[in-house]
């Protein structure tokens, strides 16, 4: 693997489900593999999970680690080419990116949609310029339209949970006081169409998201409808993808929020999330402290999945 940005990277997923199991059976197994190679972390936005598991598949390869949050301690990047840079931007991300790739082997980029420019983020402007500029092998670590590491651990934790062979499994947009991008929800939808489960999603009318991550998915505007016999709840918020609202908020109806009366029309259904969540918003306290919520095994399974990538990219150095 040379690079990792959406489920085609990954290859045939049922090789990638028996490479991540071995991953998880033998953490330690593959050390030499990373042994004087440099891993370099860029953060362009806050994390929790993906810094840290991340960093703890790197350090479980025999990796060393360097981790950089741009926006504490490193100079502002000016990102756009043409510009005058006689404002707050000393450096430009035109110099800044091939001199972080003579410090490392591989790089892994964070770096969130901006609502700023659609065009800007449904190109992926600024983790596309790394596989570009950078000279060295580049993954993810949520980019502005998909966060594949937190859906391939997504996909390992309902294969270990799901007690058919082809679950329900249903993304639901539940309420949020910010406007968030739609990466997650997009890359849980690409994972899922690449898999035979019946895959449903429901939001409120305005919150469609774009038909290349929606795929084959069943859209199912009445909630309850849509929870139906679900095997697994998977909740996210989103912004609006479609013009003229692209990024904006247009519900915060708490109708949408995960609560128990829902979660009891489905079938038994395992509750999802990324994290970090926003209780009472996204999902009650009584879903999410229920035995049927996995989201501290989801968020374990995190360095399942960053390890058996980084694995592949050393493979492949
Ligand atoms: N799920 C996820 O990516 O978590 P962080 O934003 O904390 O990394």
Known sequence: MKHF???QDIGDLSSALQKAKYTKENPFSDQHLGKNKTLMLIFF????????STQK????????VIVLDINQGAWK?????GVIMDGDKPEHILEAIPVMGAYCDIIGVRSFAQFENKSDDYNELIINQFIQYSGRPVFSMEAATRHPLQSFADLITIEEFKKTARPKVVLTWAPHPKALPQAVPNSFA???NATDYEFVITHPEGYELDDKFV??????YDKEKAYRDADFIYAKNWAAYRDPNYGKILSTDRS???DTPKMALTNN???MHCLPVRRNMIVTDEVIESPQSIVIPEAANRVVSAQTVLKEILLAL
Not at 45 to 52: P, V
Not at 57 to 64: D, K, Q, S, T, Y
Not at 215 to 220: P, Q, S
Request: some cysteine; hydrophobic content about 45%; glycine content about 8%.
């Open 190 to 192: 690409e994972w899922m």
């Open 45 to 52: 936005n806050s994390s929790l999970r993906t810094r840290l």
């Open 57 to 64: 598949a790197g350090i479980n390869l025999g990796m060393n």
């Open 256 to 258: 949408w929020t995960v």
């Open 77 to 81: 990047l000016e990102t756009e080419r």
């Open 269 to 271: 259904a395992y509750f």
């Open 5 to 7: 940005t959406c489920v």
């Open 215 to 220: 795929g084959k998915a069943i859209v199912e």
